[in-house]
């Protein structure tokens, strides 16, 4: 159950109402929600594969920048290259269909993760999520991906005591 406090600032940081999210599953440092895990099926019946879906936009906006750079095709590349790499992806992928299969089978996803899982890296926001609901360890191109991203938040309302700049006036 997702407090509603935290439901007020997901639905701010998206816009819109989160459909199907279940709970956080994680928080900025500030402990402002930056994802939610979702239900495999949306309450309006469509399935739903991407059970992190992250919500915060200064962190999606960031792995988007990544995802600009073409580090996905590199990335996808190394998993026909590099044996452990894959068997370790292949494990998250595993994985993560375990956990979403728990909260209920859905016919039209079933065997489909998201983010390319597990033969190529399509998408980081979905990895990313993936890391930061389960944390290091578990899927190798998402924790590369929090590598690269750094403090994200710094500079930011995120950031423990953060002190918005003074405007100066002309």
């Known amino acids: 159950m997702i407090d509603p406090i935290d439901i007020e600032m997901i639905a701010a940081q998206l816009e819109r109402v989160p459909r199907g999210a279940i709970e956080v599953s994680s928080r900025c440092p500030s402990g402002h929600p ?61 994985s993560y269909l375990a956990e979403r299969e728990a909260l209920g089978h859905v016919p039209e996803i079933d065997g489909i993760t998201a983010g390319g899982m597990p033969t190529r890296v399509k998408c980081l926001h979905v990895l990313v999520g993936h890391s930061l609901a389960k944390g290091p360890g578990v899927n190798p191109f998402g924790d590369r991906a929090l590598e690269l991203l750094g403090d994200w938040w710094k500079n930011s309302s995120c950031a423990e005591g953060w002190v918005p700049p003074v405007e100066v006036p002309a």
């Open 34 to 94: 930056s994802g939610v895990k979702t239900e495999p099926r949306l309450p309006d019946g469509t399935p739903f594969p991407t059970m992190f879906y992250l919500t915060c936009p200064r962190l999606t906006s960031a792995i988007g920048t990544l995802e600009a750079s073409g580090l996905m095709t590199e990335w996808s590349e190394l998993l026909t290259q590099d044996a452990e790499l894959a068997q370790r992806y292949q494990a998250a992928h595993d």
